[in-house]
C-alpha cells in the first residue's frame, strides 16, 4: 500500500530555496534508511523521492495522473487499485494542496 506523507517546512526564502530544502530532505532521509533495522519494527517500509509541492491548482485528472506515475515508479499499476482508493487518495492531495 502506497500512502502519500506530507510535511510542511518554514524555511528562509533569503538563505535558501524550496528545491535545496528537498533536497536536503532526500539526504536526511537516505542515511536515515541506511541505518540497519531503524524501520524493521514497522515492516520495513520505503520511502520514496520527496517531491516539492508548489502553489498550483491541479485538476482532479493531473493528480490521478500523479499518483499513476507515483504508482508505476513502485513497480504498480493504477489500475490494480479500487476506483475508491483511487478518489479517496485524490480527496487527500487535493486537501493537502488546501483545494
Not at 73 to 97: A, F, M, P, Q, W
Request: overall charge negative; some cysteine.
Amino acid at each position: 500500500m502506497i500512502k502519500t506523507l506530507t510535511i510542511e517546512i518554514d524555511f528562509d526564502e533569503n538563505v535558501t530555496d524550496a528545491d535545496s530544502v528537498g533536497a536536503a530532505v532526500d539526504s536526511l532521509l537516505e542515511t536515515a534508511m541506511s541505518t540497519p533495522g531503524i524501520l524493521e519494527e514497522y515492516g520495513n517500509p520505503s520511502i520514496g523521492q520527496t517531491c516539492i509541492l508548489k502553489e498550483a491548482k491541479l485538476s482532479d485528472s493531473q493528480i490521478r495522473e500523479l499518483i499513476s506515475s507515483i504508482d508505476r515508479y513502485h513497480g504498480n499499476e493504477l489500475k490494480d487499485r479500487s476506483e475508491k482508493s483511487i478518489s479517496d487518495e485524490v480527496k487527500t492531495i487535493r486537501s493537502c494542496l488546501g483545494g
